[in-house]
């Protein structure tokens, strides 16, 4: 009995030798074939023939590696063809014509003719584009221009230039095409806002400042519809809703 169970055993211990034998032979295949493709025969991407950025070149006229874009070539997303919407100005505007401006006595630029600015809502005013042009006003403008536009922000009591109040026959008239370019370029001593203040959101702003000027003046306002859009006015198409954009 004992006998025949060291038999059994041993048998086992056998068998179990020879396991050990094929996973060893599959282990070393396996490396082999690793090697071979990780190091093997295959050109190398990371050993081609290029340029480094800014490196120069012997074979280019001009010797530079880096190379020009193609002439027209626009980021995707950024090809701006709604001239109205991402400028405020006429599609065909009169380069020769200018605007005539003075300068007050407290010397800020004042401005009369707005010969390129458009004059309507490149896209539909809405409550929400209004109530976020009010938000984005608190945040970017009110500090200088105040509550109710009549330039008496905190900035400005405590020192900055005072900014012509919006609350006037002069900029009640102003085209809308003109405060956009106003946030988008800045005006005389003001910055310009591009940087941080999407097309979308300026339009908001613009929307927002003809509610305050309404608000301040309501009789004469009625009689004229200062929030009109445009015939052609569709909504953007580059993802810059008004909600949506940045920041
Ligand atoms: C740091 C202060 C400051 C901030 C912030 C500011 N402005 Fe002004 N703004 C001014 C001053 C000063 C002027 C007058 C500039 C001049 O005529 O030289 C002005 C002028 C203007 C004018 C009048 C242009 C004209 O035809 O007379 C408009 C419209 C205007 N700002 C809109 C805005 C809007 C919209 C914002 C917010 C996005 C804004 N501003 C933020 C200081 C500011």
């Not at 027209?72 to 505007?93: C, H, M, S, W």
């Not at 400005?156 to 008239?173: A, E, Q």
Request: glycine letters at 10%; aromatic letters at 10%.
């Amino acid at each position: 009995m004992l006998m025949n169970n060291l038999a059994v055993q041993d048998k086992r211990r056998k068998a179990k030798g020879k396991d050990v034998f094929k996973r060893l032979g599959f282990a070393f295949c396996l490396l082999t074939f690793t090697f071979l493709t990780a190091c093997g025969v295959r050109s190398d991407m990371q050993d081609q023939p290029r340029y480094k950025a800014y490196k120069k070149s012997e074979f280019f006229s001009d010797k530079r590696g880096s190379r020009d874009m193609v002439e027209g070539t626009i980021p995707r997303g950024q090809l701006r063809e709604n001239k109205a919407f991402y400028t405020g100005k006429v599609d065909n505007p009169n380069p020769a014509a200018q605007a005539a401006t003075t300068m007050d006595a407290t010397g800020n630029t004042l401005v009369t003719s707005f010969p390129n600015a458009i004059d309507e809502f490149p896209i539909p005013v809405t409550k929400e584009l209004v109530d976020r042009g009010q938000e984005r006003y608190n945040i970017y403008c009110i500090v200088c221009h105040g509550p109710l536009g009549n330039g008496d922000g905190m900035i400005v009591r405590r020192g900055f230039s005072k900014p012509p109040t919006y609350n006037d026959d002069r900029l009640r008239n102003a085209p809308v095409g003109h405060f956009y370019d106003v946030i988008s370029n800045g005006w005389g001593k003001m910055n310009g806002y591009a940087h941080v203040i999407q097309p979308a959101d300026r339009w908001a702003i613009v929307a927002y400042i003809r509610a305050l000027q309404v608000s301040q003046n309501p009789e004469n306002a009625l009689k004229t519809d200062t929030t009109k859009t445009g015939p052609g006015s569709a909504p953007p198409k580059s993802g810059d809703t008004p909600t949506g954009g940045k920041p």
